[in-house]
């Protein structure tokens, strides 16, 4: 099953808000474990907003959040926000 069909069956679905909130809620915990799986310190990451991605580096790594090195400014940022270069 790919991506399109995956929305395709969501729309059709008929979920009830609470329902659909589960969904984000599950795909939010599956970011995090991959971005997790994948991070450690020293690693390049793009921070990942709405409207643009930022260049980091990461310094230290914690449960649910990673301090990042952007800029010459450290940041703590959501794993689920991470993305690995």
Known sequence: MNLREIKQEVNRGGFNHAELAELIAYTRAVMTDQAKDSIEVGSNVWVIQKT???????????IKKCLVDM????????????EVQ
């Not at 643009?52 to 914690?62: C, L, S």
């Not at 800029?71 to 991470?82: A, E, I």
């Open 52 to 62: 643009k991605r930022t260049a980091g580096v990461v310094t230290k790594v914690n």
């Open 71 to 82: 800029k010459g400014r450290s940041y703590s940022v959501p794993l689920s926000m991470l």
